[in-house]
């Protein structure tokens, strides 16, 4: 549309309207406002303003201060319409672009702006929704045992659903926020084309947007957008216009420096075919954020890192990086992403002592057989069953670390042990340990009977016995 077509569709609206319009200044006689000039500032701006509130706050609609309201954090209600509903939007009722207003590259001014309520998932539920309450997972101190008192009813789960399928009105005042439109061409350099992948990819810009925002809790952000309404309404009584005006919330670069790309490939794991669910469980999909960070780290950009180093012995090193994924809004994302799709935990069933016990005694029957019968090889399998058991469970270890033992070191310390003043079996091991640089000895002296009964010293002999002849 030609900006002489968009003055006279412009000049009809105002005509057709019935209301008398606010008092404009005129721009006759070097006084800014009004004629041709108001039309075009008008539309060529992303504001659909009232003068009205623009003279409250000390603004007219002239080209000169547009750009002081470009990136303004606080707008003068009834400046703001939504994308949607094209209803007007308040302080608190919905999300605004960091770039509205501005014009990046080749672009008209960005008009990114919609209620909380309609700022909603463009997905129709594609991407998995845990059933577990935010403020739990916002809050990991406060969680019961065995996950008690939070089973949810189907009336409850279906608000949780829909919870994390919109805003909340300020969202974008507590976590950084562009818009699907924004974000797409800073991804691609371009607007996008109904169809296809684009529409996959603005689903997924969608989703990892509204997940940045969820992982503030509900009430933080209520608490947050409240706390900020009355700061300005005290900033207004002391004269201060705009107090924030120094750190302006956009324009941000016409390219991804947050992440969106690898947020979009994140969510997109997530739906691929799970073990224990329908789709893979958050800790294993975000293992293409590490692949990405050690990519990063090998470029020339990613070695630009500064590292901080302390004068105390043996100090650790600290690297700050400039990689995306280790950015504000990704790690937000990351939190939203866990909290919206939940875990679904399958933890090994606790091996109580009596249950330890009753299945060494059953062993002893068997062995007692086995020895009846001269069955070596059986001999063998019930002793090695019973060391792993017994030795395993009084060291505390896990079940990967078994394959460590070294029965030759085992002999040879288990008889020295024997002949201590406190005497005690030993099982060696040898191999590469968690929180261990490389491969290392670990003797672990057991008692050669526990108090609750384990006889870790009569299945270790049968075993080392079997190996001796």
Same mark, same amino acid.
């Not at 919870?163 to 976590?175: F, I, S």
């Given at each position: 549309?030609?900006?002489?077509?968009?003055?006279?569709?412009?000049l009809?609206?105002?005509?057709?309207?019935?209301?008398?319009?606010?008092?404009?200044?005129?721009?006759?006689?070097?006084?800014?406002?009004?004629?041709?000039?108001?039309?075009?500032?008008?539309?060529?701006?992303?504001?659909?303003?009232?003068?009205?509130?623009?003279d409250?706050?000390?603004f007219?609609?002239?080209?000169?201060?547009?750009?002081?309201?470009?990136?303004?954090?606080?707008?003068?209600?009834?400046?703001?319409?939504?994308?949607?509903?094209?209803?007007?939007?308040?302080?608190?009722s919905?999300?605004?672009?960091?770039?509205?207003?501005?014009?990046?590259?080749?672009?008209?001014?960005?008009?990114?702006?919609?209620?909380?309520?309609?700022?909603?998932?463009l997905?129709?539920?594609?991407?998995?929704?845990?059933?577990?309450?935010?403020?739990?997972?916002?809050?990991?101190?406060?969680?019961?045992?065995?996950?008690?008192?939070w089973?949810?009813?189907?009336?409850?789960?279906?608000?949780?659903?829909?919870?994390?399928?919109?805003?909340?009105?300020?969202?974008?005042?507590?976590?950084?926020?562009?818009?699907?439109?924004?974000?797409?061409?800073?991804?691609t350099?371009?607007?996008?084309?109904?169809?296809?992948?684009?529409?996959?990819?603005?689903?997924?810009?969608?989703?990892?947007?509204?997940?940045?925002?969820?992982?503030?809790?509900?009430?933080?952000?209520?608490?947050?957008?409240?706390?900020?309404?009355?700061?300005?309404?005290?900033?207004?009584?002391?004269?201060?216009?705009?107090?924030?005006?120094?750190?302006?919330r956009g324009?941000?670069?016409?390219?991804?420096?947050?992440?969106?790309?690898?947020?979009c490939?994140?969510?997109?794991? %997530?739906?691929?075919?799970?073990? #224990?669910?329908?789709? /893979? @469980? +958050?800790n294993? *999909?975000?293992?293409? !954020?590490? =692949?990405?960070?050690?990519?990063?780290?090998?470029?020339?950009?990613?070695?630009r890192?500064?590292?901080c180093?302390?004068?105390?012995?043996?100090?650790?090193?600290?690297?700050?990086?400039?990689?995306?994924?280790?950015?504000?809004?990704?790690?937000?994302?990351?939190?939203?992403?866990?909290?919206?799709?939940?875990?679904?935990?399958?933890?090994?069933?606790?091996?109580?002592?009596?249950?330890?016990?009753?299945f060494?005694?059953?062993?002893?029957?068997?062995? %007692?057989?086995?020895?009846?019968? #001269?069955?070596?090889? /059986? @001999? +063998?399998?019930? *002793?090695?069953?019973? !060391?792993? =058991?017994a030795?395993?469970?009084?060291?505390?270890?896990?079940?990967?670390?078994?394959?460590?033992?070294?029965?030759?070191?085992?002999?040879?310390h288990?008889?020295?042990?024997?002949?201590?003043?406190?005497?005690?079996?030993?099982?060696?091991?040898?191999?590469?340990?968690?929180?261990?640089?490389?491969?290392?000895?670990?003797?672990?002296?057991?008692?050669?009977?526990?108090?609750?009964?384990?006889n870790?010293?009569?299945?270790?002999?049968?075993?080392?016995?079997?190996?001796?002849?």
């Amino acid at each position: 549309m030609s900006l002489s077509q968009a003055f006279v569709d412009k000049l009809s609206l105002s005509k057709a309207n019935s209301s008398p319009s606010p008092d404009i200044p005129s721009e006759r006689d070097g006084k800014p406002g009004g004629g041709l000039s108001q039309f075009t500032d008008s539309f060529l701006s992303p504001f659909s303003f009232l003068g009205s509130k623009w003279d409250d706050l000390g603004f007219s609609p002239s080209r000169e201060n547009l750009g002081e309201l470009r990136g303004r954090i606080w707008l003068p209600n009834g400046c703001v319409r939504c994308m949607s509903c094209n209803g007007t939007i308040s302080h608190t009722s919905g999300v605004v672009c960091a770039n509205f207003g501005h014009e990046r590259g080749p672009w008209s001014p960005c008009r990114g702006a919609w209620h909380a309520r309609c700022y909603r998932a463009l997905d129709s539920g594609r991407f998995p929704i845990g059933l577990v309450p935010h403020e739990r997972l916002c809050d990991p101190a406060d969680e019961d045992d065995e996950g008690e008192g939070w089973e949810l009813s189907e009336a409850e789960q279906e608000v949780l659903r829909d919870e994390y399928q919109v805003a909340r009105g300020g969202d974008h005042l507590l976590c950084p926020f562009q818009c699907d439109k924004c974000h797409f061409r800073n991804m691609t350099g371009r607007d996008p084309v109904e169809g296809g992948s684009d529409d996959r990819m603005l689903f997924c810009v969608r989703r990892a947007c509204l997940d940045s925002f969820w992982s503030w809790c509900p009430g933080t952000v209520k608490s947050n957008t409240g706390e900020m309404s009355r700061s300005f309404a005290r900033a207004i009584g002391l004269g201060l216009d705009d107090p924030l005006g120094q750190h302006k919330r956009g324009p941000f670069p016409l390219r991804d420096t947050w992440g969106m790309a690898m947020a979009c490939i994140l969510l997109e794991r %997530t739906l691929d075919r799970g073990h #224990n669910a329908a789709t /893979l @469980q +958050f800790n294993t *999909a975000r293992g293409i !954020t590490t =692949v990405f960070n050690n990519y990063f780290h090998t470029t020339p950009e990613g070695l630009r890192g500064v590292v901080c180093l302390t004068a105390e012995v043996r100090a650790k090193k600290s690297y700050f990086s400039s990689s995306p994924v280790n950015g504000i809004w990704y790690t937000r994302f990351s939190l939203g992403c866990h909290a919206r799709m939940g875990d679904v935990h399958f933890p090994d069933k606790a091996l109580t002592i009596d249950e330890l016990l009753a299945f060494l005694q059953v062993l002893d029957g068997y062995w %007692t057989k086995a020895i009846e019968a #001269n069955d070596l090889e /059986l @001999q +063998f399998e019930l *002793a090695t069953i019973g !060391t792993v =058991v017994a030795c395993g469970f009084s060291a505390g270890l896990r079940g990967e670390e078994l394959g460590y033992s070294r029965l030759g070191s085992t002999c040879k310390h288990t008889e020295a042990g024997s002949e201590h003043r406190k005497p005690h079996v030993v099982l060696a091991l040898m191999g590469r340990f968690k929180g261990v640089v490389s491969r290392k000895w670990h003797h672990m002296a057991l008692a050669p009977r526990s108090e609750s009964g384990i006889n870790n010293q009569k299945w270790l002999y049968r075993l080392l016995s079997l190996y001796h002849e």
